[in-house]
T-cell receptor, first 111, second 113 residues
Framework: TQLLEQSPQFLSIQEGENLTVYCNSS?????LQWYRQEPGEGPVLLVT?????EVKKLKRLTFQFGDARKDSSLHITAAQTGDTGLYLC???????????FGKGTRLSVIA | EAQVTQNPRYLITVTGKKLTVTCSQN?????MSWYRQDPGLGLRQIYY???????DKGDVPEGYKVSRKEKRNFPLILESPSPNQTSLYFC????????????FGEGSRLTVL
């Protein structure tokens, strides 16, 4: 199974600060996805990136796929308390293998 | 409404008493998967299915069985539950692999005494 390593595991910041979380692997992925999970609920997709070097923006969230398609980052600008949650990266390796998840980064934004 | 439905949402049972967690999706998705989520261990895949009658083991299949007789249903069977199977379980489905969004059910919290 291809591994996705996420860092940091935990992050606690003040409202208004910027942050970046990382998702790294030694394997190449056809695509990478980021999900956010809130307590008591299932994860919900934020974005899918498929092209090496691709950058996608979702309001204050910026996602980047590494040039070699082995890593990805999520940058949040001016974090808000509503950004609190568990952020999971997941990768599709090929059409014959299942979606692989990282262990997640648990973000806490304090007012 | 497009959704993945799991039942039961909560269950407390005893060691050895067979149980089934049902999962149904109404989106005609081909790919379905079961995960368990434990503190510090993230989402771990139990079994997945690329299509009807096709199932494969994930990372932690021991103690579990699945079947995919119809496209919409993907039940998870615990033949003889043990306390180490106490966990939060999620079923998920996707229209396609490689780029498809994974839709998750609301989760089933299982406690085995």
């Amino acid at each position: 199974t291809q591994l996705l390593e996420q860092s940091p595991q935990f992050l606690s910041i003040q409202e208004g600060e910027n942050l970046t979380v990382y998702c790294n692997s030694s394997s190449v992925f056809s695509s990478l996805q980021w999900y956010r999970q809130e307590p008591g609920e299932g994860p919900v997709l934020l974005v899918t990136v498929v092209t090496g070097g691709e950058v996608k923006k979702l309001k204050r969230l910026t996602f980047q796929f590494g040039d070699a398609r082995k890593d990805s980052s999520l940058h949040i600008t001016a974090a808000q308390t509503g950004d609190t949650g568990l952020y999971l990266c997941a990768g599709w390796n090929s059409g014959n293998t299942p979606l692989v998840f990282g262990k997640g980064t648990r973000l806490s934004v304090i007012a | 409404e497009a959704q993945v439905t799991q039942n039961p949402r909560y269950l407390i049972t005893v060691t050895g008493k067979k149980l089934t967690v049902t999962c149904s999706q109404n989106m005609n998705h081909e790919y379905m998967s079961w995960y368990r989520q434990d503190p510090g261990l993230g989402l771990r895949q139990i079994y997945y299915s690329m299509n009807v009658e096709v199932t494969d083991k994930g990372d932690v299949p021991e103690g579990y069985k699945v079947s995919r007789k119809e496209k919409r249903n993907f039940p998870l069977i615990l033949e003889s539950p043990s306390p180490n199977q106490t966990s939060l379980y999620f079923c998920a489905s996707s229209l396609q692999v490689l780029t498809g969004e994974l839709f998750f059910g609301e989760g089933s919290r299982l406690t085995v005494l």
